[in-house]
């Protein structure tokens, strides 16, 4: 008889439960994590709330933290005893991963397989083809995982993921030393943004309209904020901008058009603005084609990370150069799922925290 595992499954739309499921064998150059937390991102709380289109039942999660308990044949270099975190799928073959991009098109090509192959009651992989890390224990090929210093508590290290898409996104916007950055939005990628910023070397000033958030800001690193219902964002951020009428890069990471738009308002010369959040709904947006040309704006998307800046975040994060308690509100047993995933979806909230033991 198969050994059994429990998973924190989204059995129905606003309905989590913890099921169980056959514990899962490494195979050849595969390794069995036990995965010890896991943090519940946007995708899975909008998978929890119906927003996405997703087979059910479904183990989600991407943020996730755990320790190696065995190794299959031919698996070099990474050990028992390893505490490691999970990277993006790649390919590793097809022409983004060989450039570096993080565009694999061969992790679309899997995703369009398992579709296909689904059938109604079965288990299925979260939209997106993420590893499900809501797990007890889930098998990875070993080139797949970073190794993390054992000293760091595993709720923190699961945040992992969110602070390498910050670090690939601030990559992307080319922020240097003495630029001036705004940031909309304090949320937990807002305030992961600032602390990324302030080790560039740049000026923060971040955009927000609830007092707390703005208060959290500021433990961050923030350089200066403002609420911009209250104030003219425009003219504040000109007025601390050291004499370049403007930012030089704006990082919108919330999910409403709406506040793209006014990123771009406060843009300096050849400034550049960088559309960080995924938007539900995608509203589109209005943009002045003359203002690009003639201005020198650039826009710049961004999304997930590569591997090098997993590796870099989790050594952010071991020599404390990242708040993690900052963006971590609760942290709950995995027993208590449809509880985490009721907080998590609760407006305000920052990053809770399932412990898959």
């Known amino acids: 008889m198969a050994e059994m595992m429990k998973a924190v499954t989204i059995v129905d739309v606003g309905k989590a439960e913890l099921r169980e499921y056959p514990?899962?064998?490494?195979?050849?150059?595969?390794?069995?994590?036990?995965?010890?937390?896991?943090?519940?991102?946007?995708?899975?709380?909008?998978?929890?709330?119906?927003?996405?289109?997703?087979?059910?039942?479904?183990?989600?999660?991407?943020?996730?933290?755990?320790?190696?308990?065995?190794?299959?044949?031919?698996?070099?270099?990474?050990?028992?005893?390893?505490?490691?975190?999970?990277?993006?799928?790649?390919?590793?073959?097809?022409?983004?991963?060989?450039?570096?991009?993080?565009?694999?098109?061969?992790?679309?090509?899997?995703?369009?397989?398992f579709e296909a192959a689904w059938k109604p009651g079965e288990l299925a992989k979260p939209i997106g083809g993420f590893e499900s890390q809501m797990a007890q224990y889930l098998t990875i090929q070993e080139n797949k995982l970073t190794v993390v210093d054992p000293a760091i508590p595993f709720e923190r290290a699961a945040v992992t993921e969110p602070v390498s898409c910050v670090i690939h996104g601030v990559n992307r916007?080319?922020?240097?030393?003495?630029?001036?950055?705004?940031?909309?939005?304090?949320?937990?990628?807002?305030?992961?943004?600032?602390?990324?910023?302030?080790?560039?070397?740049?000026?923060?000033?971040?955009?927000?309209?609830?007092?707390?958030?703005?208060?959290?800001?500021?433990?961050?690193?923030?350089?200066?904020?403002?609420?911009?219902?209250?104030?003219?964002?425009?003219?504040?951020?000109?007025?601390?901008?050291?004499?370049?009428?403007?930012?030089?890069?704006?990082?919108?990471?919330?999910?409403?058009?709406?506040?793209?738009?006014?990123?771009?308002?406060?843009?300096?010369?050849?400034?550049?603005i960088v559309a960080y959040s995924s938007q539900h709904p995608d509203v589109p947006v209005s943009v002045s084609i003359g203002q690009i040309h003639s201005r020198e704006i650039e826009i710049i998307g961004t999304m997930g990370s590569n591997r090098e800046e997993t590796y870099l975040a989790t050594q952010l994060i071991a020599r404390g150069y990242i708040n993690t308690d900052l963006v971590i509100d609760h942290v709950l047993p995995a027993e208590r799922c449809q509880e985490a995933f009721e907080k998590a979806t609760t407006p305000g909230t920052y990053r809770v925290v399932m412990q898959m033991e």
């Not at 991407?62 to 044949?73: F, L, N, R, T, Y």
């Not at 433990?219 to 601390?240: I, Q, R, Y």
């Open 173 to 272: 916007s080319r922020l240097a030393t003495g630029e001036v950055a705004v940031i909309i939005g304090a949320g937990i990628m807002g305030l992961l943004h600032v602390q990324i910023a302030k080790l560039k070397g740049a000026t923060v000033i971040m955009s927000e309209p609830d007092a707390a958030r703005r208060e959290k800001a500021l433990a961050a690193g923030a350089d200066f904020v403002v609420d911009p219902t209250a104030e003219d964002l425009k003219t504040f951020v000109e007025a601390h901008s050291y004499g370049r009428g403007g930012a030089d890069v704006v990082f919108s990471t919330v999910p409403h058009s709406s506040l793209f738009e006014q990123g771009m308002g406060v843009l300096a010369r050849a400034g550049r």
């Open 23 to 113: 514990k899962p064998v490494p195979g050849k150059h595969e390794v069995l994590v036990h995965m010890k937390a896991c943090a519940l991102c946007t995708v899975d709380q909008r998978a929890f709330l119906g927003v996405t289109k997703n087979h059910l039942p479904s183990v989600q999660g991407h943020e996730g933290s755990g320790i190696v308990e065995a190794v299959g044949e031919d698996v070099h270099f990474i050990h028992v005893g390893d505490h490691v975190v999970l990277e993006r799928e790649f390919c590793g073959v097809c022409h983004y991963c060989k450039e570096n991009i993080n565009q694999c098109t061969g992790r679309a090509e899997r995703r369009k397989e």
